[in-house]
């Protein structure tokens, strides 16, 4: 069965840190891998989708990767900044999509 | 277009009662995903349908769960009867397309949620 963990599951960092999302998978049959962001209360927001054939994607800020090999994916998020906080899921897509358990982030102003 | 509606926002209801979840998709959306979310088990889907009929329910939980899509802008999520540990947050989402290995996939786009609480 896939599993998706992401480490840490809670993160505070000073606005204005460069900090970096964890997240690992152990099903090398990826389609691709996406980052979503979830606000209290709401829904879901794509961030970025990494196919399998490419190794990142930038949007803004934000970087994301994908090592297929060592089945990880990191979001990087540089001067952050207290409206990035939300809880970060990764999704690991082939067949299904099969969602982490997030990493709750909190950006002290 | 106004996105995917969910309804109700927030659903309180005692054991053993009927609950009924709605979703309407995004208009030319042909794909259609239930999911559920609580603090144990994450994000997981139920079931999805293509172009209204139901293409994989391997993740409804029990045959207390099922969901019907009537027409393309409609779909439902029912349980009957209801239990305490039915309480999560039920996802509605659509896209237009499924992920197809290396050709990447159209995003899935998530509704707002349903609260569900059973007492």
């Known amino acids: 069965k896939q599993e998706v963990t992401q480490i840490p599951a809670a993160l505070s960092v000073p606005e204005g840190e460069n900090l970096v999302l964890n997240c690992s998978f152990t099903?090398?049959?990826?389609?691709?891998l996406q980052w979503f962001r979830q606000d209290p209360g709401k829904g879901l927001t794509s961030l970025l989708l990494?196919?399998?054939?490419?190794r990142e994607q930038t949007s803004g800020r934000l970087n994301a990767s994908l090592d297929k090999s060592s089945g990880r994916s990191t979001l990087y998020i540089a001067a952050s900044q207290p409206g990035d906080s939300a809880t970060y899921l990764c999704?690991?897509?082939?067949?299904?999509?099969?969602f982490g358990t997030g990493t709750r982030l909190t950006i002290i102003p | 277009d106004a996105g995917v509606i969910q309804s109700p926002r927030h659903e309180v209801t005692e054991m053993g009662q009927e609950v009924t979840l709605r979703c309407k998709p995004i208009?030319?959306?042909?794909?259609l995903f239930w999911y559920r979310q609580t603090m144990m088990r994450g994000l997981e889907l139920l079931i999805y349908?293509?172009?209204?009929?139901?293409?994989?329910d391997s993740g409804m939980p029990e045959d207390r769960f099922s969901a019907k899509m009537p027409n393309a802008s409609f779909s439902t999520l029912k349980i009957q009867p209801s239990e305490p540990r039915d309480s999560a947050v039920y996802f509605c989402?659509?896209?237009?397309?499924?992920?197809?290995?290396?050709?990447?996939?159209?995003?899935?786009?998530f509704g707002p949620g349903t609260r569900l609480t059973v007492l």
């Open positions: 349908f293509n172009n209204n009929v139901p293409i994989d």
């Open positions: 208009s030319g959306h042909d794909y």
């Open positions: 989402a659509s896209s237009s397309s499924l992920p197809l290995m290396g050709q990447g996939y159209n995003e899935q786009f």
């Open positions: 099903d090398s049959a990826i389609y691709n």
């Open positions: 999704v690991f897509g082939n067949e299904k999509l099969t």
């Open positions: 990494i196919q399998s054939s490419q």
